[in-house]
């Protein structure tokens, strides 16, 4: 018999912007990724003892997040110290990797009950504390002797390469900050976003959607990512890429309630998704972001669905250039795309962002009655995963 994977939860806190002085700034990441643990656990009705596993996406593990700190939230969130927890790292899609981790080991036989989840507080460890030098050892300078670059450049390559004006570019922001605040208004995020209490008040509202914003006044933004050495490099960039067209750094952080359907009819909860495909690839890791293009359609390929069987999608917006590009080669319908708004609004806290955009994309199926969703996310040296859920 075949078992199958079931979300019965999935929440998140709040963005806050990832800087000294954000709204949740001052809350420490492994308190931050136990208060969704614990919110979980009183939202199902389960003792911590009846989790078989916590599988935990963090990017920058290093000072306040270093330590495994996946064990660290489950202690810190009071769970017996005999549940276990590891975390994992694959960048940008991180928390979604670790749903896929927990929702194969459903599938296998390995877990009945698993929460998967994401955290990263940019504020406190910023992006790129971890690397200290990696991407220079002697291999990777022998296979890349150009170099590999900054996923700003990448994004501008992204643009370049498939002939993107800084118009199309600026609206497609602006267009996510509308449906972000259209949908905060119209309260789509209630009760997948829990209000987090800190020394400052209670936090329940993502501090990065600006309602206000217009490509009129994103086009007065100047490039980001332009330095004279990299416009040397790459002499054929006209360089778009500005704040606006990229996720803000954020701190939050996520988390899914997986288990087997079996397991949710004996406890008496309901199924809310199965999980229905999933994929993983390599890309080129100097144009880095273009993974969700191959990701999408090998999970196609293996689904047997097609791109107008899906009655959403979430592309993470690392950058504007990657759903656009993702749009022009799967050929798939804008409404469809993001309709909640992306990161560019809503945040891009690296580490959650995988089980944040997750949890969107259920609520969209269930407020709307569509039946398969997508989320795909590219990944720092040119990765990505895919995800296909079904509705139940």
């Known amino acids: 018999m075949t078992r199958t994977a079931v979300i019965v939860d999935a929440i998140r806190t709040p963005s806050g912007k990832g800087k000294p002085g954000g709204a949740l700034s001052t809350e420490h990441p492994v308190d931050l990724a136990a208060f969704v643990l614990s919110s979980l656990l009183s939202r199902s009705g389960l003792e911590s003892t009846q989790v078989d596993d916590v599988i935990v996406g963090c990017v920058s593990q290093i000072g306040d997040q ?55 507080s940019m504020s406190r460890v910023p992006l790129g ?63 997948q976003v829990l209000p987090v209490p800190t020394d400052g008040g209670i936090i329940g509202h993502d501090e990065t959607v600006r309602a206000a914003t217009t490509a009129e006044g994103l086009a007065g933004l100047a490039p980001a990512f332009r330095t004279d050495a990299l416009a040397a490099r790459f002499p054929e960039l006209d360089w778009k890429i500005t704040a606006g067209t990229s996720s803000p750094l954020t701190d939050a952080a996520s988390g899914v309630l997986i288990m087997s359907e079996e397991k949710a009819t004996e406890l008496g909860l309901m199924p809310r998704a199965r999980f229905h495909s999933f994929a993983v690839v390599g890309d080129d ?27 959403a999608y979430e592309v993470n917006e690392a950058f504007a250039s990657v759903p656009l590009a993702w749009l022009r080669e799967l050929g798939g319908d804008p409404a469809k795309l993001n309709p909640w708004g992306g990161a560019l609004a809503l945040g891009h806290a690296v580490g959650a962002s995988g089980t944040r955009l997750l949890g969107t994309l259920l609520a969209h199926l269930e407020a709307t009655g569509g039946r398969y969703g997508l989320q795909t996310m590219c990944e720092g040296g040119g990765m990505a995963n895919s995800t296909i859920i079904e509705r139940l």
């Not at 890349?144 to 501008?156: D, H, I, R």
């Not at 196609?300 to 069987?309: F, M, W, Y």
């Open 66 to 120: 270093a330590m495994n700190l996946g064990r660290l939230a489950v202690l810190a969130a009071g769970f017996d110290e005999r549940v276990p927890a590891t975390t994992i790292d694959r960048q940008c899609g991180s928390s979604q990797q670790a749903a896929h981790f927990a929702a194969q080991g459903v599938i296998a036989g390995a877990y009945d009950i698993v929460i998967a989840a994401g955290v990263e």
């Open 129 to 191: 504390s971890s690397r200290q030098g990696g991407s220079t050892a002697p291999g990777i300078a022998r296979r890349y002797p150009e170099g590999l670059v900054g996923q700003g450049v990448s994004a501008e390559l992204i643009a370049q390469k498939w002939g993107m004006s800084r118009e199309e570019l600026d609206a497609f922001a602006a267009e996510s900050h509308r449906r972000a605040a259209d949908a905060w208004a119209q309260g789509r995020f209630d009760g």
């Open 285 to 311: 890791p100097v144009m880095m972001l273009t993974g969700p293009i191959p990701a999408t359609r090998r999970i196609l390929e293996r689904s047997g669905l097609t791109i107008d069987a899906l009655d």
